[in-house]
């Protein structure tokens, strides 16, 4: 169903990304995690810390050092829900 889904919290100078694994719908796993920061609004983004489950010789942090708050965790199942479908079988495509 999904394969990735993102959520961006972002502030004028700075943002956390947090990428997580839908494997199902009760199986949901953090892929990745970048910090990134900026000098002013005129400059690009610049990685400042980052986990990879994946890439572990590119990240400067563990998985432990990530923090999962309910927010993010409620806005992860937002996005799960909002994407659902409830209709009858003779619906279906």
Known sequence: MFS??????AEDLSRKIYSFYVEDFNKIWLDWYAYESRESKRHKFVRVQY?????????????EDVILTDDIKNAIEQKIFS?????????RE
């Open 83 to 91: 994407s659902l479908q409830i209709k009858k079988w003779s619906e």
């Open 51 to 63: 986990y990879n489950r994946l890439e572990k010789r590119n990240s400067n942090l563990l998985e």
């Open 4 to 9: 990735n889904i993102s959520v961006i919290i």
